[in-house]
């Protein structure tokens, strides 16, 4: 049994700012990427960001210089800085990962979402 359990979301201004957190616990052997997904009303799930066991990262080109993403092994956990946020960042924030089982299967995981809204 694997769980990805998110939190930091919430309401802010634009401009303002928020962290994300997602921490993966279980029979968790490895983990290699980890991402950030969102899903505003209306819209299909996007990757907003991405980072590799190594530590290399892709975004979004809607969040390039607004949005770091980072990860502790150590603690199974992904971040995501958000600054400068706009109202068009509102969505439903999902953490994902790339996982490696203790008997080898592969897992990918989905947190459970949590909201992100930027008001005007």
């Known amino acids: 049994q694997v769980q990805l359990v998110e939190s930091g979301g919430g309401l802010v201004q634009a401009g303002g700012s928020l962290r994300l957190s997602c921490a993966a616990s279980?029979?968790?052997?490895?983990?290699?990427?980890m991402g950030w997904y969102r899903q505003a009303p209306g819209k299909q799930r996007e990757l907003v960001a991405a980072?590799?066991?190594?530590?290399?990262?892709n975004y979004a080109d809607s969040v390039k210089g607004r949005f770091t993403i980072s990860r502790d092994n150590a603690k199974n956990t992904v971040y995501l800085q958000m600054n400068s946020l706009k109202p068009e960042d509102t969505a439903v924030y999902y953490c994902?990962?790339?996982?490696?089982?203790?008997?080898?299967?592969?897992?990918?995981?989905w947190g459970q979402g949590t909201l992100v809204t930027v008001s005007s």
């Open positions: 994902n990962a790339d996982i490696v089982l203790f008997r080898g299967s592969p897992l990918d995981a």
């Open positions: 279980g029979s968790i052997f490895s983990i290699n990427a």
């Open positions: 980072i590799t066991s190594g530590g290399s990262t």
